[in-house]
């Protein structure tokens, strides 16, 4: 056997394990770098999130104070690079970025720059990628390919330069990476391909494990990790399809859902302890009288309570001066479930506030958070215009949706993402359908995250809590992009082929005349299963 030719292992075929190695490692360290330069940690300006006050909920369950005169970080008009070492806080929040920042924090005395996080995260994605690289590549090396609609909207600044925050957000991003870079190994491999499919379903599972724990409003990362594990086959012995090979997926898919269940427990407890009825009170005057307006008497409110359609719990006027605040905030869990039921019964309003929810999602940039270094001479932003208009108000949300170029294209992508993702489902024989399943998987994970934002908490912040959504979608136009230049690409090939070897394909046809029907359906047509 040569150098160059494929080794068999198992009846299955893979290219040279050197050359997938090299492949690995080129993805990982390309990773590396789009995230260092998105960030600006590759030329030593770093580009990072500033806080909006929810900072303090992690970074002092580690120990941290900002290095700044009142050592809070909250709304300084930039970026708090550098921190102190502190004791650590009685009740931090629950968090899967707690231990990472943790680990970035290790060994450090006062004086630990937010860029190490940066370092660690950047890291983390780059051993994801070159993880994932190494799998798909079982398949053929080309077919690490599948990942660059995965990688390159992780090199936009409006998402890596979360990384250098003290949010949760940057490890529910973290995760998303990790769960679909997992779905595209599963995507280009076979059932056959034991090795490469484990690792996929364990990149699926640990994804949506490390998101859903970042932030309970990710959960619905989980369902999908969940979904794609038990539907997926990984052959357990040689030979045809058995019952067995259904198993190792639903048992992962499992084991992940058992896993999130007390720290996703332990993270409601503390927003109800934290926040009590902050998220009742914004989903019920910011959504549900704004889409409902006579939905008052259904919840319980006075009329008068529909003036403040529009109002969020932190502007003005204060929470007891609206009429029927105190009605939601004695009992938040009934008002947020008569809300949903509102919301239920009125489909359209539901179908308007997901649609609100998809629109926001063009706000990724979050132009009210800043991104420059905080210095002392840095002009803090003034209380009052803090949220931007994605949040202020009922009015300036409205106005800002209303500024948008294309409002319309989150939800044309996420449907154009679904209905390729289904012929692809069905279609899975094709090369063109890994990058169209990637796609349908990304789209309905949007769709799900930006439902779960506005039923969660309202409109207030709605393009920060679909933030995340917004990168999913951008893997999803990507993914869509590349399954019609495979798709494209096939067909020119497959024209050229019977334009220039007539002769060839009548010999090919006359071999499949001759096969039986089984066998002849099944030449060229790898297992995607």
């Not at 990384?163 to 769960?179: C, D, M, Q």
Request: with cysteine; charged share 15%; aromatic share 6%.
């Amino acid at each position: 056997m040569s150098e160059g030719e494929p080794i068999s292992i198992s009846g299955v075929h893979r290219p040279p394990a050197l050359r997938r190695v090299a492949v690995a490692l080129v993805a990982g360290v390309l990773c590396l770098l789009a995230v260092l330069t998105a960030t600006g940690l590759l030329v030593g300006r770093p580009v990072g999130a500033g806080d909006n006050g929810d900072g303090s909920r992690l970074y002092c369950g580690v120990g941290l104070v900002p290095a700044t005169p009142d050592r809070n970080s909250n709304w300084k008009g930039g970026v708090v690079m550098r921190f102190d070492r502190d004791a650590r806080c009685s009740d931090p929040m629950p968090s899967s970025a707690e231990p990472i920042l943790r680990a970035a924090a290790y060994g450090s005395g006062s004086g630990w720059s937010l860029t190490r996080l940066g370092w660690l995260y950047a890291l983390l994605a780059a051993a994801a990628t070159a993880l994932a690289a190494f799998a798909a590549t079982g398949a053929g090396l080309a077919r690490a390919l599948v990942l660059l609609p995965i990688l390159v909207p992780l090199a936009e600044p409006d998402f890596a330069r979360f990384f250098l925050s003290t949010y949760s957000e940057p490890a529910g991003l973290l995760g998303a990476f990790v769960l679909v870079c997992g779905v595209a190994v599963i995507a280009v491999t076979g059932r056959v391909h034991r090795a490469e499919r484990l690792i996929g379903l364990v990149l699926v599972a640990g994804g949506g494990l490390l998101a859903t724990t970042a932030k309970a409003a990710y959960a619905p990362l989980l369902v999908t990790a969940f979904v794609v594990c038990a539907v997926v086959a990984v052959a357990v012995r040689r030979g045809g399809p058995r019952w067995s090979d259904r198993l190792v997926g639903p048992v992962i898919g499992v084991l992940a859902v058992v896993a999130v269940i007390a720290p996703l427990s332990a993270a409601l407890s503390w927003q109800s302890r934290g926040y009590p009825g902050v998220n009742a009170y914004d989903l019920t005057f910011t959504t549900v009288l704004t889409e409902i307006p006579d939905a008052t008497t259904a919840l319980g409110l006075p009329g008068s309570a529909a003036e403040h359609a529009g109002d969020s719990y932190y502007l003005t006027p204060a929470p007891q001066d609206v009429p029927g605040a105190a009605i939601v905030l004695a009992d938040p869990t009934r008002a947020q479930h008569t809300d949903w039921q509102q919301l239920a019964e009125h489909p359209a309003a539901l179908l308007r506030s997901v649609g609100v929810a998809m629109e926001a999602t063009e706000g990724r940039g979050l132009a009210y958070l800043p991104s420059a270094e905080w210095t002392p001479s840095t002009t803090p932003v003034k209380l009052g215009t803090i949220y931007g208009e994605q949040g202020a108000s009922g009015p300036t949300l409205r106005a800002w949706l209303d500024g948008l170029t294309f409002p319309w294209w989150p939800a044309v992508l996420a449907a154009l993402g679904v209905a390729v993702g289904i012929a692809g489902t069905i279609r899975r024989t094709r090369l063109w359908s890994s990058c169209a399943r990637l796609a349908g998987v990304t789209a309905l994970s949007a769709v799900g995250l930006a439902t779960f934002a506005v039923l969660g908490d309202g409109y207030f912040e709605i393009a920060k809590h679909t933030w995340l959504a917004a990168y999913l979608l951008d893997v999803t136009a990507l993914a869509l992009l590349g399954a019609l230049v495979t798709a494209a690409t096939q067909a020119v090939r497959s024209a050229r082929i019977r334009r220039h070897q007539p002769t060839a394909t009548a010999g090919m046809v006359g071999v499949l005349a001759s096969m039986p029907a089984e066998s002849a359906a099944s030449v060229g047509q790898p297992d995607t299963r």
